[in-house]
């Protein structure tokens, strides 16, 4: 039985800057602020229950290896770690930047409100160029 079509599973290879054999990270399309990062299992896998142990952890471990190399580079706090699937059916974590004067999250994300949709913000190249080669790894 073929699987349906899933845009994690279809993005294009070219826009993955980080990857591991299980895992692989690129940029939202549309971010909730620039440097909006998602990291997801390379395999089909729809839920975290889905997902191997292995597979879970790596797609941990690329999403802190990302976290560390973009930090700087965004000039941000922390980033937030969320994963939520209403959207795309495939086990991914999201990666947002926390600068130090944002607000905090956790009032708006543990109320009824619920989450605050897409703002309407773009993309920005340049940064997106430098977390890329922030993330690549160096000589051994």
Not at 61 to 68: G, I, P, T, W
Not at 81 to 96: C, E, I, N, W, Y
């Amino acid at each position: 039985m073929a699987r349906e079509s899933c845009t994690i599973c279809d993005w294009p290879e070219e826009e993955i800057f980080a990857s591991s054999a299980e895992a692989k990270a690129f940029f939202v399309r549309q971010p909730a602020r620039p440097g909006h990062i998602a990291v997801a299992t390379r395999a089909h896998r729809p839920r975290l229950h889905d997902a191997s142990a292995s597979e879970a952890g790596a797609v941990l471990s690329l999403a802190r290896d990302v976290a560390a190399a973009a930090a700087p580079v965004l000039g941000i706090e922390k980033f937030y770690l969320a994963a939520v699937g209403d959207v795309d059916p495939h086990f991914h974590v999201h990666l947002l930047p926390k600068g130090a004067d944002d607000p905090k999250l956790g009032a708006f994300l543990f109320s009824a409100a619920g989450w605050q949709g897409h703002d309407g913000l773009e993309r920005d190249p340049s940064v997106e160029k430098q977390i890329r080669e922030a993330c690549r790894p160096g000589p051994a």
